[in-house]
């Protein structure tokens, strides 16, 4: 069964310094996994997806991830925080069971210190 | 492109009543749509998958009666909370997947719902 796990519930930075939010992921097959990120009382905005392409993807507003089948990791990053950038932020993996599903991973709330 | 829209995006409604919540996709054809119902600061739990022209799939635990899934065409379906009561108070969020528009976009989810039952 396919399934995500992000390592911190919560993740603090300093405006301007880097972001890393960790997700790991299990998977029977070669997966295809997303990044989203959801605002206060909002839908979830797409950020990035990896579908087995480049292993390096870029995504929206200077949001990258890397995909390590070695590690089983999909971590995303950004080079500077801005305060925009604070909200809640969920990696999902595509499980199939009848139709394609997402699986959620349990989300980390990332908070931008100014 | 692959735009959801949800209405309403806030409701309160009074214990016993229903209420219902629509999920348009605007400018693709939604072959299928998902309901998901998210607790305050927790994850998306899927609730049901509906087809167009067919009846959902209800994930286990979800009470089938009580949560009344219509996906009539190919561009909204509805979830109504029927005798809503206290407990059903929650953010409700669609998502809809586009046969042409799921390779770019993956689901594309709405806006969200937020019920509160008083």
């Known amino acids: 069964a396919q399934s995500v796990t992000q390592l911190d519930s919560h993740v603090s930075v300093s405006e301007g310094t880097p972001v890393l939010l960790r997700c790991n992921y299990s998977?029977?097959?070669?997966?295809?996994l997303f990044w989203y990120v959801q605002h206060p009382n909002k839908g979830l905005q797409l950020l990035l997806k990896?579908?087995?392409?480049?292993?390096l993807v870029k995504g929206i507003n200077g949001f990258e991830a890397e995909f390590k089948k070695s590690e089983t990791s999909f971590h995303l990053t950004k080079p500077s925080a801005h305060m925009s950038d604070a909200a809640e932020y969920f990696c999902?993996?595509?499980?199939?069971?009848?139709?394609?599903?997402?699986?959620f991973g349990t989300g980390t709330r990332l908070k931008v210190l100014a | 492109g692959a735009v959801v829209s949800q209405h309403p995006s806030w409701v309160i409604c009074k214990s016993g009543t229903s209420v219902k919540i629509e999920c348009r996709s605007l400018?693709?054809?939604?072959?299928?749509m998902f309901w998901y119902r998210q607790f305050p600061k927790q994850s998306l739990m899927l609730m049901a998958t509906?087809?167009?022209?067919?009846?959902?799939?209800?994930e286990q635990g979800v009470e089938k009666d009580k949560f009344l899934i219509n996906h009539a065409s190919l561009t909204l379906s509805t979830l109504t909370v029927t005798s809503a009561h206290p407990e059903d108070s929650s953010f409700y969020i669609c998502?809809?997947?586009?046969?042409?528009?799921?390779?770019?976009?993956?689901?594309?989810f709405g806006s969200g719902t937020r019920l509160t039952v008083v």
């Open positions: 998502s809809a997947r586009g046969d042409r528009t799921f390779h770019f976009y993956g689901y594309t």
């Open positions: 998977s029977s097959y070669s997966p295809s």
């Open positions: 990896y579908t087995s392409a480049a292993t």
């Open positions: 999902v993996v595509i499980t199939f069971s009848g139709t394609y599903k997402y699986i």
């Open positions: 400018d693709f054809q939604a072959t299928t």
């Open positions: 509906s087809n167009e022209g067919s009846k959902a799939t209800y």
